[in-house]
């Protein structure tokens, strides 16, 4: 036995105690409903990792490129300071003494006609100033200013002088103390020998400088922060947290971890990038907010797998809600049928198996309904038939004791014709009325015919020429009994052969080397086509004498079956032919039962 009819067997015997709908559902649940509810959350499960994965690489990618533009615009201010500062002649005229005004004058000059146009090349710089303490050098209150007790964003010029040209740091970003939305950007001016002869000093506007990347950020769902060498936050999307020290801000909780091991805290990722300038751009992420939409998204997914599930489930149980109550009407209807109640049929309105089914089903209980009349019908006649079997028990002694008794009187009168037609009829009914034997020889039918011939001769004197061409070898074969005379009777009832001019039947026999040929042919006034076909086709009833044509046919089929043939010719006016075709029997046939009757 093999692996799947093993498998077969198994499943056919765990499930035999179920019924139908009950196996369907099983069997939806286990292979349908279950292992897709189950490869759903699978799916969405590594949907939802996939997705994380993806937004974080997304974001470190933000992230990077931010990094780039900030350190990109960065370096841009930083090139205009420091190029201002390392000029060499800006810091040789810083440097030296002047003894008249027409040289103070000319250093004004060179500073605007040098440095006035390029402040104008960055956007974003509201104040652009060269600070120096050469007391030799006045102050013209455009590019060139000394420190005094003016306030400097927020502070007083000399403090801030000296707290720049003190520090250690050559360039410097920082936020103005009277608007953290302003960016000061200071540069020392130092000789080649580290004296500080001035401060390179720019006011930019935080919008024009840094706006952009920092305008709504990973689209609200986390925040963008520039933190400098100092740990003092520059910039921020967060405008409360900018000028802060780290400390002070709200990345303190998350600046340290963040960084050690990039792993989410409290629902948040703190991701940085450090640039060659010692800044560095930070992106809290709200990971939580993240989880919160994919979770959504996966709900709904979730929702809708669920849906159509219920709905595929909703489905089939209406359809094998259907098959079952059709099922359960043609039990019940069977149950009708069994109880002896033919007249019953199912609706149809389907045209799948169970409809074909059920149109077999009203064809059958049609046809059960017919077979149990005709089997009545049949009983009936049965009985009538045995009654009418009684009576031709009766009957034959009767005309046999009748005929003989007419011949004896006959004899006295000496009529010989009457003799030898009451004789014809003794031999006539002999065989007609034998109803022990529907099997006989030929030469016994052939003796039938020819007392029924004689009879109709004395009674249409010298009307009919009766010609006969029997094979001698043919008489002692078998053939049904009455097969001839019948079709003589219809030459002198149909076919008026006793009002034809110069008529003549003609009784043929011949043998071929399987088969019996019997044929009856007269001039008659022959077959009408329509009748012929009839005849042809079976569906002629018209005989008048019990055994017509159809019941010839039967009767050969009966005993011969495909074997035998019946054919007919005819022309109308001209006569008709019937040929009669059997197997060669020596031995008496019997009825054939099955499929070859």
Known sequence: MSLRQLLEKSIIRMTRFMNLRGKIVLFYGLIVFIPTALLAVGAGYLALHQVRANYMLTIKEAVRQ???????????YDLLAIRTATDGELVSRLSRDY?????QLETVQYVDRSFL????????????????????????GGLLWKPENRMLSGIGEKAWYDRTAGSADMLS?????????KLVVTRKIMSNYGDVYGVVYMLLDYNAVFAEPFEHPFEGEGALYIVDANERIIASSDSGEIGLRLSDSSLRHYWNLGNADASPVDGKLLIASKLGSGWTVAALVHLDRMEEQSKRIFVAVGIGIAFFLLLSAFLIMTVLKNVVWRIRKLGTRMTDISEGVFDVTVRNRDRDELGELEVL?????GRLGKLVEENTQASLKEREQSFK????????HFIYNSLSLIRWRAMD???????RIIDAMTTFYRLALNNKDNVTRIRDELEHLKAYAEIQQHRYPDRVAVEWRVDPETLDLYTIKMVLQPIVENCYLHGQITKTKNAYIRISISLTEDSVYLRVEDNGKGIPREALDSIREGRYTGSGNGFGMNGIRDRLRLYFGSEARFDIDSAENEGTRVTIRIPICRERPELIRGERA
């Open 66 to 76: 931010s990094a780039q533009s900030i350190e990109f615009r960065k370096q841009s």
């Open 117 to 140: 146009g390029t402040s104008k090349y960055l956007p974003g710089i509201e104040d652009f100033r060269i600070y120096h303490t050469n007391a030799t050098l006045v102050q013209d």
């Open 173 to 181: 970003w920082s936020n103005a103390e009277s608007d953290k939305r």
């Open 413 to 419: 009168l000496g009529d010989e014709t009457q003799i």
């Open 99 to 103: 003894a008249d005004m027409y040289e």
């Open 389 to 396: 079997a009684l009576q031709a028990q009766i009957n034959p």
């Open 361 to 365: 089903f009203n064809r059958m209980s």
